[in-house]
Structure formats: structure tokens, C-alpha cells
């Protein structure tokens, strides 16, 4: 399965983006996706995650409130619906998808629990 992150780019302090990340290759439908952002200079951090059938849902500290994942399994689409954009955000974001399906672990927040990566999309937020 390939993934592939869309719907980066440049917007304003307090702006708004959506994220896909879209399978080819196969099909996620049946996995756990998380998203990841990577800064210039950081480590890659744990954003948001769901589970296979969206009924479970985690985000990290710093995008509660703000940040909104969701997927449409019959388009095999997952969404990061992001709201009032900061400066820090200002990343490239990565989503992935778990290596087994129907699982969620306690482990949705770390690297390991992702078997399939896509291709980041910047984020730049100006303040």
C-alpha cells in the first residue's frame, strides 16, 4: 500500500487546511491512520489517530480542540482538518497507516505502530 499526504501549504496565523492521505496499491480501509509532523531540526511527533472505523479518535497535547481527524472509508480518505494554525505547526506533515488491521494499540502515538508511510505535505503557517 502506498499513501500519499495532500493539502499542505502556506496560510495565515489563526487559518484553516485540510490534510488527505489517500491509498494506492491497495486499500486502508481496514487499518488504524495516524498523522505525524516533522519541524525543520525536530524529531518526527505523534499528531492525531483513528482507528479503523473512526470510532476512535487521539491527538496529541498540542492540537486538541484544534485539529480534527476523520476518514471516509468508501473513498479510502482520511482527513486532518486543522483550525486556527499556529507558527508552531508549520511542519511537514506525514500520515501512515498500521501495520496489522483492525488494531489499535496503546501504541497509536509512536512510529512502530505504523507499517505504511506516505509522502509528507508542508504546512507552513505565517504568523
Known amino acids: 500500500v502506498q499513501l500519499q499526504a495532500s493539502g499542505g501549504g502556506l496560510v495565515q496565523t489563526g487559518g484553516s487546511l485540510r490534510l488527505s492521505c489517500t491509498a494506492s496499491?491497495?486499500?486502508?480501509?481496514?487499518?488504524?491512520v495516524g498523522w505525524f509532523r516533522q519541524a525543520p531540526g525536530n524529531e518526527r511527533e505523534f499528531v492525531a489517530a483513528?482507528?479503523?472505523?473512526?470510532?476512535?479518535?487521539r491527538y496529541s497535547n498540542s492540537v486538541q480542540g484544534r485539529f480534527t481527524i476523520s476518514r471516509d472509508n468508501a473513498k479510502d480518505t482520511v482527513y486532518l482538518q486543522m483550525n486556527s494554525l499556529e507558527p508552531a505547526d508549520t511542519a511537514v506533515y506525514y500520515c501512515?497507516?498500521?501495520?496489522?488491521?483492525?488494531?489499535?494499540?496503546?501504541?497509536?502515538?509512536?512510529?512502530?505502530?505504523?507499517?505504511?508511510w506516505g509522502q509528507g505535505t508542508l504546512v507552513t503557517v505565517s504568523s
Open positions: 501512515a497507516a498500521a501495520t496489522r488491521i483492525y488494531v489499535f494499540s496503546s501504541i497509536y502515538d509512536r512510529s512502530s505502530f505504523y507499517g505504511y
Open positions: 496499491g491497495g486499500s486502508f480501509s481496514k487499518n488504524a
Open positions: 483513528i482507528n479503523w472505523n473512526g470510532g476512535i479518535t
